[in-house]
């Protein structure tokens, strides 16, 4: 096939063959292959394809197993990202793999990569991408033959096209059209249910007919029943004869197992007895621990004591010299209120000897006043 000489065709052929080529991608890097990752170590991964691209290859795997558990509901069906139910650690997830995967198709699209990554772990492609990938290719072998059709055939193509949506709506008119008959049709055949409901009758009597022959038929089953019966029988016995055969060969198995069960439970009763003089001794041996820590707990409870007996004396004895320093405080408190109201009362003492010392003042100011008026007042009257 000849490659497309148009600019824009050559742009669709190079966008379908890097799509080819991402969906190929996608096959190397499937869940299979990510749960055989996330078995390994991390150091392992980045010792083989490197720091970034192993840990980035680790990680994904991390979160395919997240994504697997938290967002893949009973029925195998992922929740959508707008689901009000889903959590916001299970959105971020499916966030996150999606640039993770991104990233590992444009790391692994270098075949130097794939190579590695084959020898690594084996070509592990998924068979479901597979009929994808060839319909894809058929797809893309349909773009460039369309892309490398010359215009005139192109043309003649859409012409053609063109014609046979013209047909098409005749045979739409026509379909109308026999529509419309159709229905004159039915309308006539409710005319005709009179004559069906004749045949009916006709057909009521055939089965009146066929009852009465019915008695013969269930003779003839009945015979058929009987020899089935017989046959049936037969298998039964021979089925219950070679039940029996089993039976005696499981009889034998049994008794074969009670003389095995027989020795094994001797074994185990002797390692039972080993068992409980083991179990004997170190209860001996805890008795004799439990005595000793026992001892030491009744010294280390009579020095408690002892220190406790102490500490109440100490603490009486604070009690005391608190209640002491209480009603000291108390007495210096009562004093102090004491002096203060004192305090106050030669304060207004001292205010009301100052008043009366001014008034007396101004009284005696205003009769030495009123004696020198009167003196005045004499001396007039004298000249």
């Known amino acids: ?91 971020k997830v499916a966030i996150d793999i999606r640039k993770t995967i991104s990233n590992l198709v444009r790391h692994f699209s270098m075949p130097a990569l794939q190579v590695k990554l084959k020898a690594t772990f ?37 012409e053609q096209l063109r014609m046979l949506q013209s047909r098409t709506q005749k ?25 069906r409901e004749y045949e009916i009758q006709n057909l ?21 029943g009987k020899n089935r019966h017989d046959r049936l029988k037969k298998t039964h016995d021979e ?3 070679r039940l029996k055969k089993s039976i005696a060969n499981f009889e034998n198995q049994l008794a074969e197992l009670k003389k095995q069960n027989k020795t094994d439970e001797q074994k185990l009763r002797e390692d039972y007895k ?21 001892k030491a707990k009744e010294q280390t409870q009579e020095q408690f004591d002892q220190v406790h007996h102490e500490l109440l004396i100490i603490s009486e004895e604070y009690k005391q010299r608190f209640e002491e320093r209480k009603k000291r405080e108390e007495i210096l408190t009562i004093m102090k209120r ?11 003492l001292h205010r009301a000897a100052d008043w009366v010392q001014a008034h007396w003042r101004g009284l005696l100011a205003r009769r030495e006043m009123e004696k020198a008026r009167k003196g005045k007042k004499k001396k007039k009257k004298k000249k």
């Open 239 to 241: 089925t219950v004869d």
């Open 204 to 224: 009521k009597k055939t089965i009146a007919d066929e009852n009465a022959q019915k008695e013969q038929r269930l003779k003839e089953l009945g015979d058929f």
């Open 1 to 91: 096939m000849s490659k497309p000489i148009n600019v824009e065709a050559q742009r669709v052929n190079k966008i379908l063959n890097e799509t080819v080529q991402k969906i190929r991608v996608l096959s190397l890097l499937n869940q299979e292959l990510f749960e055989e990752i996330s078995k390994k170590e991390e150091e392992d991964i980045c010792n083989v394809f490197g720091q970034q691209i192993g840990q980035l290859l680790y990680r994904h795997a991390l979160l395919e197993q997240s994504f697997k558990q938290n967002n893949i509901g009973p029925d195998s069906k992922m929740y959508a990202l707008d689901d009000e139910y889903l959590q916001e650690e299970s959105r």
């Open 122 to 158: 084996g070509d592990q492609r998924s068979n479901e991408f597979a009929g994808f990938i060839e319909t894809f290719e058929q797809l893309k072998t349909l773009w460039l033959t369309k892309l490398t059709t010359p215009l005139e055939e192109e043309q003649s193509i859409k």
């Open 171 to 195: 045979l739409k008119e026509i379909r109308d059209q026999k529509k419309e008959h159709l229905q004159k049709y039915e309308e006539e055949s409710k005319e005709q249910k009179e004559q």
């Open 274 to 294: 080993r068992a409980d003089r083991v179990y004997t001794d170190n209860l001996q041996s805890y008795d004799t621990e439990m005595k000793q820590q026992s």
């Open 338 to 348: 004491k002096n203060e109201e004192q305090q106050k009362q030669m304060n207004l």
